[in-house]
């Protein structure tokens, strides 16, 4: 099964950036996440993150490691080191890099 889901994240940054190809920035979402009122503005906001900061994978609207008093500030951003899962935004440039350093889905 991690075959398979490595395999359709690799798919999925493929294909979004090739079906849009203006765009510098993509939102990938799970297709089963409710999604919170200020979804689009945390991204339109987050957005000019990744053009300044060229240390940046990705924004990420979901943390394992969130907590109460971490949640609950909206002010407030946290740089973290791991993988995105549910909601995130990722540029063409990095997405492109990603995809070029795939491991073969038989070597995962």
Not at 19 to 30: G, N, Q, S, T
Not at 61 to 90: E, I, K, Q
Request: proline share 7%.
């Amino acid at each position: 099964i991690i075959n398979l889901i490595s395999s359709h994240f690799k798919s999925i940054l493929v294909e979004v950036f090739q079906r849009y190809p203006e765009a510098d920035k993509a939102i990938i979402l799970e297709d089963d996440l409710d999604l919170a009122p200020d979804f689009i503005p945390y991204f339109h906001q987050t957005a000019p993150l990744l053009t300044s900061d060229p240390k940046l994978l990705c924004v990420n609207a979901y943390s394992y490691n969130a907590f109460n008093h971490t949640a609950l500030d909206p002010t407030r951003l946290y740089r973290v080191h791991g993988l995105p899962s549910c909601g995130w935004m990722v540029r063409r440039h990095v997405a492109k890099e990603m995809v070029s350093k795939w491991a073969p889905v038989n070597k995962v």
